[in-house]
Nanobody, 127 residues
Framework: QVHLVESGGTLVQPGGSLRLSCATSGFRFDDRAIGWFRQAPGKEREGIACRNRNDRNTNYADSVKGRFTISSDNAKKTLYLQLNNLQPEDPAVYYC????????????????????WGQGTQVTVSS
């Protein structure tokens, strides 16, 4: 059974940094596309970044390029998202998700591509 559990969300000051984790089980972590998404109150779920099979095959939304970095530890089957220079538009519940099956080629940050989802972790940005 596939499980994804996010952690690391907390209150951060503007300009601050944070690292989120997504612990996974139930599938081959090094053989599946996995992504990070976020959803703020009253807004649609937004794709942020994804990784397909390794950290050399990644894709980012324009809104976070240069500030957020996706990475992974295959031995721990854990996905990370480093958030730097957090801005007032970044507060949201952050989710990780993986596809139902393998993907050949580059991943997309389109939520419709992903089937299994975690419960999310809250990131708040405030002074």
């Amino acid at each position: 059974q596939v499980h994804l559990v996010e952690s690391g969300g907390t209150l951060v000051q503007p300009g601050g940094s944070l690292r989120l984790s997504c612990a996974t089980s139930g599938f081959r972590f090094d053989d599946r596309a996995i992504g990070w998404f976020r959803q703020a109150p009253g807004k649609e779920r937004e794709g942020i970044a994804c990784r397909n099979r390794n950290d050399r095959n990644t894709n980012y939304a324009d809104s976070v390029k240069g500030r957020f970095t996706i990475s992974s530890d295959n031995a721990k089957k854990t996905l990370y998202l480093q958030l730097n220079n957090l801005q007032p538009e970044d507060p949201a519940v952050y989710y990780c998700a993986t596809r139902l099956n393998r993907l050949v080629g580059s991943c997309r940050t389109d939520a419709y591509d992903y089937y299994y989802w975690g419960q999310g972790t809250q990131v708040t940005v405030s002074s």
